[in-house]
């Protein structure tokens, strides 16, 4: 009769039937009737209302249906707390039973039930039972801390069971101090800084003696704790070693795995050049070949580690390939693991039986597994210089294979083959060219791409090849469009004379119809580039390329040291710290091996120093190129709110970035909408003509093509600048911008006017400024309320303010600015006479000012020649002081006059000058001192602007 | 450090038996184990370490039944895989078969046992010649047996009881080899694939034995995959006979004898016999496969 019996009884009235029977005086029908709530509550059913009548039955002294009643209580007691205390006078008796068996039993379940008012209770039988005669109820005494410790901390702390716990790590019975060391490792996890196991070589000798005689388990208890060991010095590293290293030949693969971790970590303490650290790598070579023959789960745990004992030590294993090769019947992840580490033991010694093991994985049935297979044919080439040609070739005889996976796999690797060995195996591109079609997924395409634009001047119909790949342009992935933009501004570079639609057509394709800001912003890049300076771009687009390195993803090395104390853990499978997958393990201490603790620090200290060389650099506010685009791109007309700080002068910002995107964008995009067709239409003009001009030989230059000149070149203005164009029709599809800048009433003004010259009505004017100097930005919408009709002109004033957001142009008073309308946006940038930002109160106190010039170092002073002025020195400072240019005061020397002038910015700069005037000499000297001297070059033009109108 | 709770699942992932060692993983959790299995499973990614939040699986697989440990804490995998095997021999030899009818029909030694072989997720005796000495199906022969426990269950050798003598002192070792290999097909297949028309399709299948021609291997199945909406067929051998069977949409050609032969192991080291060390080479599996 078996207990499947029990199962059965699923009648209505259950439970009050069990009940009866539980309160039966039988005791044969009683222990019946506990089974059957048992079984009731394996299948998950809630018999939880029973509680009162099992317990009950706890009295007893047939020790079955005492552990079923316990059973019963440790999955109960947890919902009815109240009813448990009934269970606590038995748990105490049982806990003095005359037998050791029923004693262990009670100490053990009293600790799993999770109940604070038992846990009380629990106190005084623990205290006996830790100290019981027998070693078995000992041992379950020790576990019992641990869990009375899980529940309340500093119950256990208070009643000394601690103590208690660490004396018994001395115990007789190795068994005891094993489960001793695991409750006490345990406890000492959960509170780090406790400094529990209070290892010293005394109580490492208990242990190492204890190891040799506990089970299976017990060694490995032991074995993780004296992981966590650091020895005094090499000779006590040394003993541990010897005294653990009899481990390694332990069936369970789990004590190996714990006796090589604690070797591996004292090892870091043996000096190299010490014979018995050769004889101790020797020794561990077996044992971790041997895990290999132990059940899949466990030969996966010891491969991820062998993974990373390889890394550490490659010297370990280095003869031991053949036990890494795959058996068909291996589960995939352990195939995969196996292959991962065949790569990392390659070697110009072993490299042909690899290959010719490799290649017959490529036939295998695993689509996973073969692609890996090809893959590490690549990365076998790569690492080992001498055997790339043989597997160029092994890879190309899979190629012929004609399996369309295979194919596409190998094609990934041969690009990285080339990134490798550059200009070496081009033979091989016609067979890959072959290919072409069967390619499917993205990163062969890409691959392929790369391969077609790195050698397209060998590849005599490299344009129709690329040329067949833009037909789906906007279908293929992100990577293959990118790698093919690249592909033909390579081909382009190599071969201008022929492939000029095709640059243009991917150039167009990806700026204008991809909504993907990585291909517009490389498009643009591309773009920009040819127009200026085909030279240059040709330096960028074909410069060479960084060879890739041999090994490739190795694990970065105080990551490994810390995992490398974890050998064997969860920690260990995953290649990741502990604290990346463990709840409340974030302020838990990095381990790291003890040898490489000094060395470590000596590691940081360059680290620690480059850093506060970081901090000492200015903060950097550059946005990065992506945000800029987004700035101008995005058009919604929410008054700037951020404050932004004045500009640092002496932050040095990078201009690089800007430069691509200052002039440039407005002129590309220009010049672009030339040639587009919609343009053509609302313009009523045939298509502009870059298209035509681009047949011209490209050395004369493309930037002619682009037109280039547009926004940049804007003269500079005086006080009030007479008006210049800064967007030509031509480039807004009709719509035509003029401008100044007037500073009236201490308001600064952008006064525009903007004419269609479209044919069609304009409405829905907006305005947007990107980042600039002095943070200018609207100070309101821009007031166009009436639509603007064909041929007619508006005039409209924008007042700004200086409060927008703040980045560092180049030059200085350089504005970009977005203007929408209903028919598209158009992008222009222009300059405004820096004159615009001197504020009303700009005259300093004269003490100040001297002690200002005084102050300022005269590396800041620039002096600047005004020629042809004819203005005698009253004039010309009562026309200064019209633009808030205020004299202080004026000195006459040897009929030189000499003006004391301050001025301050709306950002708080002050700027001072001194303006020799001498009578009859039309040329004057004007020397600027300025604690941010890169406005002085500004401030020069603008006295020169301001005295000449 | 290790587990925080065991248990014995079915293939549909229902919950047969279980415990809770440490009350820190919440038991509902297992109800992620199966659903994330068969997604990796699907993925190609199947592994022995599946996780859901901060909750991980470790997993292994015996007849019709998983044994799953959950733990939340950066455990000693290896120590829980060699666990969980470990509880497949005890409960072995506890039950002669492990598997979904065991574990129902004896519940009550199952949950004995889970009791005894770990304790708040440390390991503790899991050797059944020792557990069977206190732990015991015979619910009367118990009452005898446990009233106290076997000095082996805290000794130093555990997997020896006490006082066993022998006559002689002997000590016998079997040294067995078994080999896996994949080998090179020893019948060759060709195929020729024609079509004629919307409707026809001629396929010409050719088997060449790669061995010499004294050598035969008998009952050679060639399976040859045809769409399933073929019928009509028609057959031509040279030797053997072919016929079609719609239900697998496969023509069967079997050939009684055919000149093949079976791998033939040889130890070539000619190694020297000792007295009681025996070696025992066992054919383990062959699979052939053939590009067809």
């Known amino acids: 009769m078996t207990d499947s019996k029990y199962f059965t009884t699923t009648k209505k009235g259950e439970i009050f039937e069990l009940k009866a029977e539980l309160n039966s005086d039988k005791k044969e029908k009683k222990k019946e009737a506990v089974k059957k709530v048992i079984a009731s509550m394996t299948v998950g059913k809630d018999v939880s209302a029973l509680f009162p009548d099992v317990v009950n039955c706890m009295q007893t002294d047939n020790l079955e249906l005492k552990k079923l009643v316990y059973l019963y209580l440790m999955n109960y007691a947890k919902s009815q707390p109240d009813m448990a205390i009934m269970a606590v006078n038995t748990f105490v008796k049982d806990c003095e039973d005359p037998n050791p068996l029923i004693r262990a039993l009670a100490v053990r379940t009293m600790g799993c039930i999770r109940v604070d008012k038992i846990t009380e209770y629990l106190c005084e039988p623990l205290r006996k039972c830790l100290k019981d005669e027998d070693p078995y109820v000992r041992k379950t005494a020790a576990v019992c801390v641990a869990k009375l410790h899980d529940i309340n901390a500093q119950l256990v702390e208070d009643q000394g069971f601690l103590d208690t716990l660490k004396d018994l790590i001395s115990d007789s019975n190795p068994m005891v101090v094993a489960n001793a060391v695991a409750a006490l490792s345990e406890i000492a996890e959960s509170h780090p800084n406790s400094n529990l196991l209070d290892l010293n070589p005394q109580t490492i000798n208990k242990l190492l003696t204890a190891l040799n005689e506990c089970t299976e388990w017990g060694q490995i208890f032991i074995l993780d704790c004296l992981a966590n060991y650091t020895p005094r010095d090499d000779r006590e590293s040394q003993s541990i070693c010897e005294r653990v290293t009899p481990r390694l030949s332990h069936a369970n693969s789990a004590v190996v795995l714990s006796a090589v971790k604690v070797l591996m970590k004292f090892m870091e303490m043996l000096p190299k050049d010490l014979d018995y650290y050769g004889t101790l790598l020797k020794k561990l070579a077996p044992p971790l070949v041997t895990l290999l023959s132990a059940e899949p789960e466990l030969q996966y745990v010891a491969l991820r580690n062998i993974n990373l004992i390889v890394q550490r030590r490659p010297e370990i294993l280095k003869h031991e390939m053949k036990v890494f090769f795959v058996k068909y019947n291996d589960p995939i992840y352990v195939k995969l693991e196996k292959l991962d580490i065949m790569i990392r033991l390659a070697s110009q010694a072993n490299i042909a039986q690899v290959l010719a093991e490799l290649k017959e994985y490529a036939t295998e049935v695993d689509v996973d597994f073969v692609r890996k297979a090809v893959r590490a044919i690549g990365r076998c080439a790569i690492k080992v210089e001498q055997s790339a040609e043989r597997c160029v070739s092994t890879l190309l005889d899979l190629i012929q294979t004609k399996v369309n996976y295979v194919v596409q796999e190998a094609i990934v690797v041969i690009k990285d083959i080339f990134r490798k060995y550059p200009n070496k195996y081009e033979s091989v591109i016609a067979t890959l060219c072959e290919n072409l079609d069967s390619l499917d997924e993205p990163e062969a395409r890409a691959a392929m791409i790369w391969i077609v634009g790195e050698y397209a001047e060998r590849i005599d119909n490299a344009d129709e090849l690329l040329e067949s790949f833009l037909e789906g342009f906007h279908d293929e992935s992100t990577q293959v469009q990118l790698q093919l933009l690249t592909a033909i501004v390579k081909l382009f570079l190599k071969k201008p004379t022929e492939t000029q639609e095709l640059v243009q057509q991917v150039l167009s394709l990806a700026t204008q119809d991809s909504d993907n800001p990585d291909l517009r912003d490389r498009g643009y890049i591309y773009w920009r580039l040819l127009s200026t300076d085909p030279v240059a771009a040709k330096e960028v687009v074909l410069a060479e390329k960084p060879l890739i390195s041999e090994e490739t993803d190795l694990i970065e090395p105080t990551l490994l040291e810390e995992l490398i104390c974890h050998i064997g853990t969860l920690a260990s499978v995953y290649h990741k710290p502990p604290s990346a997958f463990v709840e409340g393990s974030r302020g838990v201490q990095h381990k790291r091996l003890p040898g490489s603790a000094g060395s470590g620090d000596s590691v940081d200290s360059p680290d620690t120093a480059s850093a506060a060389g970081v901090s000492e650099a200015p903060p950097a506010v550059i946005p990065s190129q992506g945000d800029l685009l987004g700035d101008l791109l995005n058009l919604d007309l929410t008054p700037p709110t951020a404050t932004g700080p004045p500009p640092a002068p002496s932050s040095g910002l990078q201009m690089g970035a800007m430069d691509l995107l200052g002039g440039g964008l407005d002129s590309l995009l220009g010049g672009d909408l030339g040639g587009s067709p919609a343009l053509g239409a609302g313009f009523g003009a045939p298509p502009a003509a870059m298209p035509a001009s681009f047949n011209a030989p490209v050395s004369g230059g493309l930037d002619d093509l682009f037109d280039l000149g547009g926004g940049v070149g804007m003269p500079m203005g005086s006080y009030s600048p007479p008006k210049t164009v800064w967007l030509p029709a031509m480039k807004a599809k009709g719509l035509e911008i003029s401008g100044t800048f007037a500073r009236r009433a201490g308001v600064i003004q952008m006064e525009m006017t903007l004419t269609n010259k479209a044919m069609s009505v304009m409405t829905d004017f907006a305005i947007q400024f990107n980042r600039n100097s002095f943070g200018l930005a609207p100070a309101g919408p821009l007031q166009i309320l009436t639509p603007l009709s064909p041929n007619q002109s508006i005039e409209a004033a924008l007042p700004l303010s200086t409060v927008g957001p703040v980045m560092k142009m180049e030059p200085l008073t350089n504005l970009q600015v977005a203007v929408k309308n209903n028919i598209d946006v158009f992008y222009f940038s222009c300059q405004y006479p820096i004159s615009m930002l001197f504020v009303e109160d700009g005259k300093m106190e004269r003490q100040v000012f001297l002690a200002t010039w005084k102050d300022i170092p005269n590396d800041n002073e620039s002096q600047f020649q005004i020629k042809d002025c004819h203005l005698n020195s009253d004039a010309a400072s009562n026309k200064l002081q019209g633009s808030n240019v205020f004299t202080i005061a004026k000195r006459t020397v040897e009929g030189q006059d000499m003006l004391y002038q301050s001025m301050k910015l709306t950002n708080g700069i002050w700027v001072l000058a001194e303006l020799r005037v001498q009578t009859g000499n039309p040329n004057y000297t004007v020397s600027l001192k300025c604690r941010a001297p890169e406005v002085s070059q500004c401030v020069f033009q603008s006295y020169e602007a301001m005295l000449k109108n | ?292």
Request: net charge neutral.
């Open chain 2, 1 to 292: 450090m290790s587990a925080s709770a065991i248990f014995v699942l079915d293939l549909k992932g229902k919950v047969l038996i279980c415990r809770n060692y440490k009350g820190d993983v919440d038991m509902a959790e297992i109800d992620h184990f199966l659903p994330l299995l068969m997604q990796h499973e699907e993925e190609g990614l199947l592994c022995p370490v599946l996780s859901h939040g901060s909750v991980h699986f470790l997993w292994i697989k015996h007849s019709n039944l998983y044994l799953v440990a959950t733990t939340n804490k950066n455990s000693n995998a290896s120590l829980v895989y060699s666990f969980l095997y470990k509880l497949v021999e005890v409960f072995t030899e506890y039950f002669k078969e492990l598997e979904e009818e065991s574990i129902q029909d004896n519940f009550v030694v199952v949950y004995e046992l889970l009791d005894e072989l770990m304790d708040f997720g440390f390991p503790q005796t899991t050797d059944s010649k020792i557990l069977q000495e206190y732990i015991t199906q015979e619910g009367a022969k118990l009452e005898v047996a446990k009233s106290k426990v076997p000095t082996t269950v805290t000794n130093a050798v555990s997997w020896r009881s006490e006082g066993i003598k022998y006559k002689k002192n002997e000590v016998f070792i079997d040294v067995i080899e078994s080999i896996n290999v994949l080998v090179k097909p020893l019948i060759w297949i060709e195929s020729v694939i024609e079509k004629f028309s919307h409707s026809r399709v001629e396929i010409m299948v050719k088997a060449k034995g790669q061995f010499k021609k004294q050598s035969v291997a008998n009952n050679v199945e060639v399976r040859v995959p045809v769409p399933s909406d073929a019928d009509s067929p028609k057959f031509k051998t040279s030797t053997g006979s072919a016929k079609y069977v719609p239900e697998k949409n496969l023509v069967v050609w079997t050939i009684k004898s055919f000149p093949v032969r079976y791998m033939k192991i040889i130890e070539k080291s000619g190694y020297q016999a000792l007295p009681w060390v025996r070696y025992i080479t066992q054919s383990g599996d062959y699979q052939l496969r053939t590009n067809v």
